[in-house]
């Protein structure tokens, strides 16, 4: 399978000189089983450029189907969403997958981004044929031969992470989240950072301890985990509340789950591209140093892998 990455920022999309190497674009990355439709996993606004490139297939007369995966709701995973051009071509059939609220069905979710005074087009108004699936942590599901899993991350009103197994290679999409210390991220906003390493109490510890032996189970040998990587430790230290994680926790997660490959995701808005330079210089020097067998690298606008069988 080819794994194409659309969009690698967080938050915000940061165009500019500065950015230019890494992309401005938020996320969204494609992963695509030999012979088979588009997986989109996030909707960032690097999902436009995506859609320009399907409409020069079978997209452009109405014939091509994608399966778009929503990790969490937030702006920078589905802002690019309404200027994903299969939309406006009827014939298309574009599916999203998205964890299933409480409150609201995820259609209405995503109805609401779409409504006046926010943009002028309605979802209703959209040509193609648009279904929502919602998922539940857990859930295992098959599309188009290739097996899709699902796991719980700790990030303010929670998000999801997602493998993808096909072409005898699996990849794994780890955005966002907090490491599993310090704080539980659920339903709430919260005010005041915690104090990295104060004791958790129980039914919290075990929580996310449990949350992270999930993650670290569906990470199992994979080929490739993309990770939140947003934060360097000291700007972890200062807001552990905000649900991103440092490389640190990434290379962690790599060496319990075996993965042949792990790839600095999610970069915050403020990343230069020389300073993403230097964060990729310094875990690699370090993985290398400690003997990891896995790979480091850092996501960029435009970097294309290959895992397993492919033409
Ligand atoms: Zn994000
Ligand atoms: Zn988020």
Not at 23 to 31: A, K, L, Y
Not at 170 to 176: E, G, K, Q, T
Request: with cysteine; charged share 20%; hydrophobic share 40%.
């Amino acid at each position: 399978m080819k794994v194409r990455f659309w969009g690698v920022r967080g938050s915000i999309p940061v165009p500019g000189r500065q950015t230019n190497r890494y992309g401005g674009n938020t996320s969204c990355v494609e992963v695509r089983p030999r012979g088979q439709w588009p997986m989109i996993i996030d909707a960032g606004t690097g999902i436009r450029r995506l859609g320009k490139f399907l409409m020069e297939s079978a997209f452009c007369n109405g014939s091509g189907t994608a399966y778009i995966l929503i990790s969490h709701t937030h702006w920078d995973h589905i802002q690019g969403l309404p200027f994903f051009s299969p939309f406006y071509t009827s014939g298309n059939r574009v599916h999203v997958f998205a964890r299933q609220r409480e409150d609201t069905h995820l259609q209405a979710v995503f109805a609401s981004q779409t409504e006046d005074p926010y943009f002028p087009v309605p979802l209703s108004s959209l040509r193609a044929d648009i279904q929502f699936h919602e998922l539940v942590e857990g859930t295992r599901f098959s599309i188009d031969g290739a097996q899709v899993a699902c796991t719980r991350l700790n990030h303010p009103w929670i998000a999801m992470a997602y493998r993808i197994d096909a072409d005898h290679a699996a990849v794994v999409y780890c955005s966002d989240t907090a490491p599993f210390a310090d704080v539980l991220l659920e339903h709430e906003f919260i005010k005041t950072p915690p104090q990295p390493g104060s004791p958790l109490p129980q039914a919290v510890a075990d929580k996310l301890a449990q949350m992270r032996e999930g993650l670290v189970t569906m990470c199992s040998g994979a080929d490739l985990l993309i990770y939140d990587t947003q934060f360097t430790a000291d700007e972890y230290r200062q807001r552990p509340h905000w649900g991103h994680s440092t490389p640190d926790d990434a290379i962690a997660i790599a060496r319990e789950a075996g993965v042949k490959a792990v790839c600095l995701y999610h970069h915050a808005p403020m990343r230069t591209d020389e300073q993403q330079d230097a964060i990729l210089a310094y875990y690699r020097d370090l993985c290398r140093r400690a003997g990891d067998p896995f790979e480091v690298i850092a996501a960029y606008e435009g970097l294309e892998l290959v895992l397993g069988e492919d033409e």
